[in-house]
């Protein structure tokens, strides 16, 4: 079975600039998720989908970060502009519709200079 | 979700048994206990969960205590692949979503 697809998997931009991120989930998995995890910390959830909806954006940064799932299989995170903080790996996630299990990417890491 | 605190870190000789501590004294009757790890430069891997009754699977046990206010995660044969950071998490209900990862444990498997 394929797993969680990332790309790229790593990305160097100056902070200003934009940046996107590309996941394509485990095939019938209804769920995604982006999480953000900063160098020595655990990961933090951004954003969480089910099938094309939001189900949780409580803790992304509206005012740069957005992320979309339009056809409810693939998904973008985006940012704009990005700055030294966003420095961190950005993980996606899938599982089915109530699943105990979530299954991740290896993640993009993202470095702002 | 109720919060945990974990060793930051802890050694195992290769093919002895891992045990590793999780506190979770503020835990509620409806929390379950899951554990995941990271190696490193991956994401992190589900490995078990429970909400009272103590599990297996192939990877490992989860030891609960009575009162649920701590477990263990055990691995009972710890290779060297298994050097990794094990995240123990506590939240209500059994879906993936929202996962509070904390710090964790940097566990590191000893030739």
Redesign the interface.
């Known amino acids: 079975e394929a797993g969680v697809a990332q790309s790229p998997r790593y990305k160097i931009i100056e902070k200003r600039q934009s940046v996107a991120f590309w996941c394509n989930p485990i095939s019938g998995h209804a769920t995604l998720y982006w999480y953000q995890q900063i160098l020595g910390q655990g990961p933090k959830l951004l954003i969480q989908f089910q099938n094309n909806g939001v189900v949780d954006d409580s803790q992304l940064p509206k005012d740069r970060f957005s992320a979309e799932r339009l056809k409810g299989v693939d998904s973008t995170l985006k940012i704009q502009p990005a700055k030294l903080e966003d420095s961190a790996v950005y993980l996606c996630a899938s599982s089915f519709k109530g699943s105990t299990e979530a299954f991740f990417g290896q993640g993009t890491r993202l470095t702002v200079v | 979700d109720a919060k945990t605190t974990q060793p930051p870190s802890m050694d195992c000789a290769e093919g002895r048994a891992a045990n590793l501590p999780c506190n979770h004294s503020t835990i509620s009757g409806n929390e379950y206990v ?1 554990w995941y790890r990271q190696i490193h ?6 490995i078990i ?1 429970g909400l009272k009754n103590n599990e297996t699977n192939e990877m490992a046990s989860l030891i609960i205590t009575e009162d649920r206010k701590s477990s263990t995660l055990i691995l009972p044969h710890a290779t060297l692949r298994d050097t990794a ?1 094990y ?1 123990c998490i506590v939240r209500v209900g ?11 444990t940097r566990l590191t498997v000893i030739p």
Do not use: I, K, M
């Open positions: 899951y430069s991956q994401g992190p891997q589900y969960h950071v995240y059994t879906g993936a979503n929202n996962l509070f990862f904390g710090t964790g």
